[in-house]
Antibody, heavy 119, light 107 residues
Framework: QMQLQESGPGLVRPSETLSLTCIISGDSLRGYYWNWVRQPAGKGLEWIGRIYNDGGTKNNPSLQGRVTMSIDTSQRQLSLQVTSVTAADTGIYYC?????????????WGQGTAVTVSS | DIQLTQSPSSLSASVGDRITITCRASQSIVAYLNWYQKKPGKAPTLLIYAASSLHSGVPSKFSGSGSGTEFTLTISSLQPDDFATYYCQQTYSTPWTFGQGTEVGLK
């Protein structure tokens, strides 16, 4: 069974860079790719972007080029960076597995990590 | 971006009720539509993928249908564990988007 575990600083100052990590444990990474999804405080779910095992990425343009995603398959680790954060970036961040055979459905989620942007 | 509009935004129901939630897309997404359940303080869980395929381990009381621009999620007999917020998601084109959510509460 695969599990996803996010971690991060919890509190980030405005204008600084948010850095999150997701550790993938359990089954092989083959056959999957990975999303980052967030839920801003009091709002619905927002897709941040996706990353493949070969490092290819696709970001949500709504984040205006502030997002960088990376993967280290040998360490089974995903990373997310969001630059120039504001209060609007406050929320719960999830790393998510996508099964290539399920039309892009996110079939496994980490428990999420809370991020607060505040001075 | 493809907009997804769920209706209703909230509903009140009783244990044993059959409920239906609708998700309308701003353009055709064929059948690239997924449904998730989310409870407070918990991560979302996948219920239905590709509009009508039941994710493994999900009870058969959940069902999905639709294609093109209109989709539905039906719960045949609500149980206490089903009171939650439900989201649809399109994976037809990026940026992938979610509906605004439908909160199902106890009447």
């Amino acid at each position: 069974q695969m599990q996803l575990q996010e971690s991060g600083p919890g509190l980030v100052r405005p204008s600084e860079t948010l850095s999150l990590t997701c550790i993938i444990s359990g089954d092989s990474l083959r056959g999957y790719y990975w999303n980052w999804v967030r839920q801003p405080a009091g709002k619905g779910l927002e897709w941040i972007g996706r990353i493949y095992n070969d490092g290819g990425t696709k970001n949500n343009p709504s984040l205006q080029g502030r997002v960088t995603m990376s993967i280290d398959t040998s360490q089974r680790q995903l990373s997310l960076q969001v630059t120039s954060v504001t209060a609007a970036d406050t929320g719960i961040y999830y790393c998510v597995r996508v099964d290539q055979l399920k039309s892009g459905a996110s079939d496994l989620w980490g428990q999420g990590t809370a991020v607060t942007v505040s001075s | 971006d493809i907009q997804l509009t769920q209706s209703p935004s909230s509903l009140s129901a009783s244990v044993g009720d059959r409920i239906t939630i609708t998700c309308r897309a701003s353009q055709s997404i064929v059948a690239y539509l997924n449904w998730y359940q989310k409870k407070p303080g918990k991560a979302p869980t996948l219920l239905i993928y590709a509009a009508s395929s039941l994710h493994s381990g999900v009870p058969s009381k959940f069902s999905g249908s639709g294609s093109g621009t209109e989709f539905t999620l039906t719960i045949s007999s609500l149980q206490p564990d089903d009171f939650a917020t439900y989201y649809c998601q399109q994976t037809y084109s990026t940026p992938w988007t979610f509906g605004q959510g439908t909160e199902v509460g106890l009447k």
